[in-house]
């Protein structure tokens, strides 16, 4: 992994009426020809994405959106597509030309403070128009003179409205073990991990406990009783792929701390008390109940596919029971949530933070339990309990569900 990922990135919408500029700005900042752009209303249609280095801020990804106010044929699947960009943005600019603030502007304003993301105005085509409005920044994006001055006061206006869970974001491991201590970390080999590469969470991982000064030892599943032997002093956590927990769960002594790289994301991108929580549900689905099985990326499912193969065989064969199965993946999420028992939520490696508790808001107001797919191969292995241990909240929100469950 040589850049920063998506997913780890600030996300920022650039959001405005069609031919307000928003294309020209993206250019100007980028300092590349990254968008069309061009007088005809409605070039751009699809979400244009451009990652870039914006120091001292850091690693962003700017979201180059269709234009509100389309009048063509596609202006209602343009207008879904910006809508769902906003769903995953840490932060959004509003385009204006000039400082005309019209109901689309105000729609637009609306639609960004409901998504709760904080909001820049951008005050566009400086040379056409007075504009006296002081609230936002005032640019010609056609004036690739600025550009260093307008880069300048726009990352000052980023880092003072960025969310604060950005600039101070939590570690995904390394405050669950001392500095100096070992982390054994145990590392299937399968399909869907590509010769000379391990998969994103794995990748976090390790370089999470090099920052933090722990000692890491990355071994594969039949090599990690040997590894332990060989151990002078015991680790002070084990962190397994979540397919073979429970070997891990079996092989580790009960005074060593272990969980999984998925149960790591949950904290990590999401809400682990929330879906540990959740998880106690799964023993209580009835025949008939409706499971949704979310995958943000959109890879080529394997033969042995977790997704789509393992998870749904763990969960009729623990249940007993006949679960009607459905499954979406990349950035697609069900709109009629309201039909599912249970989602059941990849690790979320490939989106950002901002998407993944757009996710469990959703859920939230469909009155939906929602768990990931970590907590919920723990839950049908039998051994969630241990693997939530360094967790106490979580592991207590859990407890306190299945007893309640069992009532």
Request: hydrophobic content about 40%.
């Amino acid at each position: 992994m040589q850049n920063t990922p998506k997913s780890l990135r600030l996300q920022i919408a650039i959001l405005g009426r069609v031919n307000s500029g928003k294309s020209s700005f993206l250019n100007l900042i980028t300092g590349q020809q990254t968008s069309i752009a061009s007088e005809v209303a409605g070039t751009t249609t699809d979400v244009v994405e451009k990652a870039m280095e914006l120091p001292p801020l850091g690693a962003v990804l700017w979201l180059d959106t269709a234009g509100f106010g389309d009048s063509t044929e596609l202006q209602n699947k343009r207008t879904e597509k910006t809508s769902a960009a906003l769903q995953r943005a840490d932060m959004a600019l509003l385009i204006c030309e000039g400082d005309n603030i019209g109901e689309i502007e105000r729609d637009i304003i609306k639609e960004v403070e409901e998504a709760k993301v904080p909001l820049i105005k951008i005050y566009n085509k400086s040379d056409k128009f007075n504009i006296k409005s002081t609230d936002g920044l005032k640019v010609n994006s056609l004036d690739l003179n600025t550009r260093h001055e307008v880069l300048s006061a726009l990352t000052e206006l980023l880092i003072s409205n960025c969310p604060p869970d950005f600039l101070s974001e939590k570690p995904l491991i390394s405050d669950l073990a001392e500095k100096n201590s070992t982390v054994i970390m145990i590392v299937p080999i399968d399909y869907e991990a590509p010769r000379g590469r391990l998969i994103l969470p794995q990748v976090q991982a390790i370089r999470d406990c090099l920052d933090g000064d722990q000692n890491i030892i990355v071994c594969k599943e039949n090599n990690y009783t040997s590894v332990l032997q060989n151990l002078k002093n015991p680790p002070a956590l084990v962190v397994c792929d979540s397919q073979v927990v429970d070997l891990m769960v079996a092989q580790t002594p009960t005074e060593i701390k272990c969980t999984t790289f998925s149960i790591l994301m949950a904290r990590f991108k999401a809400d682990l008390t929330i879906m540990a929580k959740n998880a106690a549900i799964i023993k209580n689905l009835k025949d008939g109940d409706k499971v949704l099985i979310a995958e943000s990326c959109t890879h080529h499912a394997v033969e042995d596919d977790i997704g789509r193969v393992k998870i749904p065989a763990l969960l009729r064969k623990k249940t007993q029971k006949n679960l009607i199965i459905d499954f979406v993946s990349g950035c697609d999420f069900a709109k009629n949530l309201e039909q599912y028992k249970l989602v059941i939520q990849c690790g979320g490696c490939t989106i950002n933070r901002k998407e993944m508790i757009s996710r469990l808001q959703k859920c939230d107001i469909a009155g939906v339990k929602i768990t990931n797919y970590g907590v919920a191969i723990s839950e049908l292995k039998g051994v969630l309990e241990r693997v939530l241990e360094p967790f106490p909240e979580a592991y207590q929100a859990y407890l306190s569900a299945k007893e309640s469950f069992s009532d």
